[in-house]
């Protein structure tokens, strides 16, 4: 995954890292916010994968053909690393304990990720850039993209407070996107020919943002 923009906030930077322990909340196996439906994992290198379940567990990722196993510590996380895969999909990805599934994830792609960090210029939304043709003509379907809600804490935090909503860019979905995130996603999208996502997780300055 890379990263575009100056500054990129600590929530973010350790969630998408894998670096934090994620506080688990149930005996189940699930994965960590970031992963959701819809989703893009980085391509040509190995795919980290992380989440929570009941210490001591083993458990068990599939993405497509590919699989991993880990064991759970003891406070309750597990990571695993998947073997690289090359740009394609859709894929489902699933985690599971010793028993059964217990948490599928659908139309996963692998291509290239890019965490957009910034003030006021990277959070300012498609919908106040550009005219309604722009909007109009935005159909892509592998070009993909997540925003991450402000959250300010005083240490780093474990794990995002919700499930990430990914979204393919359509015209209907669009709007809402980090303007600068989407152009270079789209512009780098004519030349890769590799699903792409992009994830903004930007914070503007009080009074900064468009109305």
Not at 98 to 104: D, E, K, S
Not at 118 to 131: D, I
Not at 161 to 173: G, L
């Amino acid at each position: 995954m890379r990263s575009v923009g100056g500054w990129m906030p600590g929530i973010a930077a350790t969630l998408l890292a894998g670096a934090a322990p994620v506080a688990a909340q149930t005996a189940a196996p699930s994965f960590a916010h970031i992963f959701a439906d819809h989703g893009v994992l980085q391509r040509d290198r190995p795919i980290a994968v992380w989440g929570t379940a009941a210490a001591g567990e083993t458990v068990t990722v599939r993405l497509g053909e590919r699989s991993a196993t880990a064991v759970t510590r003891a406070d309750g996380t597990w990571r695993a690393m998947l073997p690289a895969m090359k740009a394609g999909g859709p894929y489902t990805l699933e985690v599971a304990g010793r028993a059964a599934t217990a948490q599928r994830l659908s139309d996963i792609m692998v291509g290239d990720v890019f965490l957009c960090g910034g003030q006021s210029n990277m959070e300012f939304q498609v919908r106040h850039a550009t005219g309604l043709e722009v909007i109009a003509a935005a159909n892509d379907a592998d070009l993909r993209f997540v925003t991450i809600p402000d959250t300010s804490r005083a240490v780093p935090a474990a794990d995002l407070p919700a499930r990430a909503a990914w979204r393919q860019v359509s015209p209907e979905t669009v709007g809402d996107a980090s303007a600068v995130c989407y152009f270079m996603a789209r512009s780098l999208r004519t030349t890769e020919k590799v699903p792409i996502g992009f994830i903004a997780s930007e914070w503007g300055a009080p009074g900064s943002r468009a109305g």
